[in-house]
């Protein structure tokens, strides 16, 4: 299994960036789809989840300023971040899961400059 992620990178407040996650090895459209985030010193946390049926969850921190879709042609997972804020700055990670099975991708940087 592999998960893929990109797109991040540096950005002043207030800009926006656009994450990818591409999966192999697995049946995506069967997965819940994740994406976490780790802060400098802090452990990781949710950011926003799709299921596939395509309900979404967020974290109160990023509601109305993220949202995330899926491509289940693509196998990809979107995450875009509007109106990023510094606390924003964080490794994202992408994550996949089933019942019984959980899976996490190298993570990606985003800073976000005040």
């Known amino acids: 299994v592999q998960l893929q992620a990109s797109g991040g990178g540096l950005v002043q407040a207030g800009g926006s960036l656009r994450l990818s996650c591409t999966a192999s090895?697995?049946?995506?459209?069967?997965?819940?789809m994740g994406w976490y985030r780790q802060p400098p010193g802090k452990q990781r946390e949710l950011v926003a989840r799709?299921?596939?049926?395509?309900?979404?969850n967020y974290a109160d921190s990023v509601k109305d300023r993220f949202t995330i879709s899926r491509d289940n042609a693509k196998n990809t997972v979107y995450l875009q971040m509007n109106s990023l804020k510094p606390e924003d700055t964080a490794v994202y990670y992408c994550?996949?899961?089933?019942?019984?099975?959980?899976?996490w991708g190298q993570g990606t940087q985003v800073t976000v400059s005040s």
């Open positions: 994550n996949a899961v089933q019942i019984g099975d959980r899976n």
């Open positions: 799709i299921t596939s049926g395509g309900s979404t």
């Open positions: 090895g697995i049946i995506f459209s069967i997965y819940t």
